[in-house]
């Protein structure tokens, strides 16, 4: 990967979260024009424009599509996701746990949701110029790399947003030569996501919201379209499939 030029303006889906919020931050900082998009739509920070938008609701990410139209970010970042819901259902140990209604909720907002918005969002991509598409993924989304099974439904559907993205690559990759689709494994970082699972990690394993962000934006800095289509890891490693 070879370093490149910073973005100009940027949409985060999910700023409310610690990543998102944390990269749009990082983005202000840098200058970039920054779109903040959450649930409510309010955002405090004065230097970024917010609006409002859900993953069950395609019509408001077509309407954001549609307002940004005349002046379209060369980034896209879906920093949404869930692993627990808010029922507190997740993630399955055990296959003897899987709940048809949970499953479908996670893949409702970890794979279709983020589809929703590259069906709208890649669209706005300039032709010719540099452009990045990223979504939060995670390493335990890679089938090759799964040695302890368990949590089936963030698996599967962090593995279907993989294949999501890889489709979007190629595809993307037919009339945008300079754009770049990727994944974006943050590793495990202090938001209220990992929260539930932080007592057992080793020391040095947790990485604050603000210092995860720095090192995803530094891998989305120097990826290049021969990478599109491929999952990074927080240190600019390829995730195996």
């Not at 700023?15 to 024009?33: H, M, P, Y």
């Not at 819901?85 to 499953?103: C, H, N, T, V, Y």
């Not at 706005?124 to 990223?134: E, M, N, S, Y």
């Not at 995803?216 to 599109?228: F, Q, Y």
């Amino acid at each position: 990967m070879n370093a490149q030029t910073t973005f100009r303006r940027a949409a985060v889906f999910g700023a409310s979260g610690g990543i998102g919020g944390a990269l749009a931050g990082t983005l202000a900082d840098r200058g970039v024009d920054v779109w903040a998009g959450s649930r409510s739509g309010f955002c405090r920070d004065k230097r970024m424009r917010g609006f409002a938008f859900d993953l069950a609701d395609e019509a408001s990410i077509a309407a954001m599509a549609a307002e940004l139209a005349a002046t379209p970010p060369d980034l896209v970042i879906v920093a949404s996701g869930v692993l627990t819901l808010d029922d507190g259902k997740g993630p399955e140990r055990s296959f003897k746990q899987i709940d048809a209604d949970a499953m479908e909720a996670a893949f409702r907002l970890n794979t279709i949701g983020p589809a929703l918005i590259a069906k709208h969002f890649l669209p706005l991509l300039p032709r010719r110029d540099r452009a990045v598409f990223a979504a939060l993924s995670a390493r335990v989304g890679s089938i090759s790399d799964n040695r302890l099974g368990g949590w089936h439904s963030y698996r599967a559907s962090k593995a279907a947003l993989n294949m999501l993205l890889k489709n979007f690559a190629i595809e993307l990759g037919r009339t945008h030569e300079e754009a770049v689709v990727a994944g974006l494994h943050p590793g495990t970082v202090d938001t209220r996501l990992s929260e539930p699972f932080q007592s057992n990690l080793p020391d040095g394993q947790l990485t604050a919201a603000n210092a995860a962000a720095a090192n995803l934006l530094k891998v989305l800095d120097g990826l290049t379209p021969r990478d599109s289509g491929s999952v990074f890891d927080w240190k600019g490693e390829e995730v195996p499939a």
